[in-house]
């Protein structure tokens, strides 16, 4: 008798079937468990880079606001096209040592400029 004529008597038995049923539910549940895991991982990662995101954001509004009032709009204008913690790490950094609001402006401008060539 052939592997194929077994599998169809085997096919047949309600045990088979109670078998067949139990591991198939099985492996949902154990599906829904590593999906759900795998999507609270990628939630809480994207949880923190908004977070960093909000922050840095925050942080280069402030500066502007204490040092270069007059500039808010175009600093807003800025973090509204770039979501690059690392460049907007760098114009906290960059707009804390400008020396004047024609400088601020000036990075401003060519920040903003370089994200939509």
Known sequence: MGLDKIHE???DMPLYQEILRAGREEGLAR???EGQQAGQVTGRKIG???GQLFAQRRAIMSIVH???PKLELL???HMALDSNAD???NLIVQLSIVRNEREATRLLYLESKS???
């Open 9 to 11: 008597i085997l096919r």
């Open 66 to 68: 204490e040092r270069f």
């Open 115 to 117: 994200l939509t060539e």
């Open 75 to 77: 600093a807003k204008k």
């Open 31 to 33: 599906g829904r468990d």
């Open 48 to 50: 923190i880079r908004e």
């Open 87 to 89: 460049r907007l790490n």
